[in-house]
């Protein structure tokens, strides 16, 4: 798809409203610095926030064509990001902050008799969240429908 997906109808507008947006504030920065000039010293503050807006604008411009792009490259899944091998984490390793890891599915409790369904059940929801590391409560539910 790469840069021929950027100038769709839909892109376009986007295209159109980001460099609107960047025009007006730097056009805005400037009004504030005529009025700074003039003697308005409040505008003196005005007129570096508007600038820092404009810049917001294009970082927000760059960043939605960079995931778009990335999101149409050959390999991508269905989440917009390149597959990556997630290791199996060790469970006498300490928790780290920062990405998620895949953590192995435990096995069955010891002494586990398989008598009682609500602990079958609550064990069984815990394998599956072991499976899907990156899952909610709800997506549970949905899955065993």
């Not at 409040?42 to 810049?55: H, I, Q, T």
């Not at 490259?73 to 895949?102: F, I, N, Y």
Request: aromatic share 12%; with cysteine.
């Amino acid at each position: 798809m790469g840069m021929k997906g950027l100038w769709t109808p839909a892109w376009v507008a986007r295209h159109l409203l980001a460099l609107v947006l960047t025009a007006g504030c730097l056009g805005l920065g400037w009004w504030q610095f005529s009025r700074a000039t003039g003697g308005n010293s409040l505008s003196w503050g005005y007129m570096f926030e508007w600038p820092v807006f404009a810049g917001f604008v294009v970082f927000i411009w760059i960043r939605e064509i960079q995931l778009f792009r990335r999101r149409s490259a050959p390999g991508a899944d269905e989440s917009g990001q390149e597959p990556v091998a997630e290791p199996v984490r060790d469970p006498q390793a300490p928790v780290t902050l920062g990405r998620p890891v895949r953590v192995a599915a435990a096995p069955a409790a010891a002494g586990s008799t398989g008598t009682d369904p609500e602990l079958d059940a609550y064990n069984d929801y815990l394998a599956w969240l072991a499976e899907h590391p990156g899952a909610r409560p709800a997506d549970y539910r949905t899955a065993k429908k």
